[in-house]
């Protein structure tokens, strides 16, 4: 029997009204009766209620609706509040979730998890303590937002910041003998810019076939020359109209350390054993690498996850960086998959098929792992992203070493798959800028993005100004900076309002679920539950203003 049934049935046997009980777990008429009478869940036996008394007379259950007006009423009461625990409220709205989990029993026992305290925020993998067993197409909404770009600026801050702080380097003072970052699949990287004036004197070689777009104070650096940017190739795009070498080869070492006024230079190609082999003649390297690419032009299967991960293995091979950070994930095995995965797109695919065979001479056969479901890769540090998707697998391998592990998919998967369920946007994380910019809270990615922003500054001395829209050097100007580098703000799928209002987003939501309306679409109910709850459904044209900026359906504008 169910935890969620076995609860109802005992408050009801101790004679607590059915209204009261409504009340109390935030549930409908019908959604009671149909966990009482649900027979999947009722272990064969029949429950009898107790006898009501004479004088007890059953009220009937007044049906509550969350409006439009009462939702936008109820922001304009809670932002003005001191921000609240709210395990406990959350307690008795999870077992009306729990009922579109495929499991409930599990999903109510991993909310239990969930404390009224404030937690640090989680870092890396190795945070995450507790389990619970991914189930495709489960449908269990979160506050979750993805924010692609905010999260590899996030992730590369990390990265940078570690190396200094390691090797007690200040990034805006000191420039001697400093290494060299070569990023792989770097494209289009808006925020560039941004990263440079936090780490000035660093080099930065990007490459990626896709074309690049960084954005300089507003302005497109294909639209106008900087200096600080060289296309080292470009991809045929006759609109730059600055880059030395067109033609792939060793010059490239000798146009980088001669050049002594550009700090980024742009590759618009693929990544190569043999580019990586000339780089290394730079020096020391810290290596970054964000590709995800595909065998056919289809999305990404699992032997694209393994065949990625060979090109990793062997980049890092060839250059022995002195620091390295990798999207990392491990594949997932199915018998439908291990059948129906073209092996013969591999054997047609000269690249590829030398990808692999290159891999077995540095010591690891992915194709032969990948058939006995095992899973090899380089051991390291997996550091959980702030903003990445919904239910993301993805995390941040770093190391400086290059040993070899065998990693357990399920524990990888299913600890995962409880943070971003339970812990990243139900849980309270210490963060103590919530506030400081509209949209940032307690959830765990605008908690880590406050750790990683207070951790630069430790290391860091800012002696001017990190962007000219942002003189200040506090972490909100910080947080502003990259806000209009990325144009991505926290205003997006409800999440930003770690308050009250995310329990009755949840309610809001959920009862356009339970009515059956023709809106199916997850994302669309969070976005609609979003506009409502800014106000935006009655008149588009109301903006919520902070300083200088405009909130736009999540997107933002900088007035000039």
Known sequence: MSIVKVKLIKEKNN???????LEKHHISQYMYYKLINDKKSGGGKKQVATKKKSNEKEQPVEKKSITKTAIVQNMSTVNNKKQEPIARKYRNLFMELANHAENPDLFIKATETITDDKEPPYITFDDIKHTLPYVPGENIITPNTHRGQRKLFLSELEFLTLWCKNNKINAQRDSDKLPYVVYVGAAPNNKMFLLHKLFPHFTFILIDPAPF???????????????????LKTNNDNRIPYFGNSDYNPNYIKTITSNKTAKIFIIEDFMTTALGKILKQLGDILFISDIRTTINDRAPSNLDIVWNNAQQYNWIKSMNPLLWMVKFRTAFFDDNNLK??????????????????????????????????????????????????????????????????????NDYESKLYYYNTIKRGYQLHENNNAGVVEGFDYCNCCAKENYLWTDYLKVNTIGGSIDSNFGRKSIDALINALTFSTRQTFLKDGHGFFTKLNEDFLKYVYSKRNINEKEKDTRLYKENARKLMIGKIKNNNKHHNNGKWQHNNGNAHHKK
């Open 15 to 21: 004679g607590m009204l059915v209204k009261d009980i």
């Open 340 to 409: 129906n995965d073209s092996y013969n797109a591999i054997s047609e695919n000269e690249i590829v098929q030398n990808d692999f065979n290159e891999a077995i001479t540095n010591g690891i056969d992915f194709i032969a792992d990948y058939k006995k479901k095992k899973f090899v890769f380089f051991d390291g540090i997996m550091y959980l992203q702030c903003f990445p998707r919904y239910k993301s697998t993805e995390t941040r391998l770093v190391s400086d070493k290059m040993e070899i592990r065998e990693y357990d998919m």
């Open 213 to 231: 777009d960084i954005n300089v104070n507003g302005i497109s650096h294909r639209k106008q020359p900087f200096k600080e940017i060289i296309h």
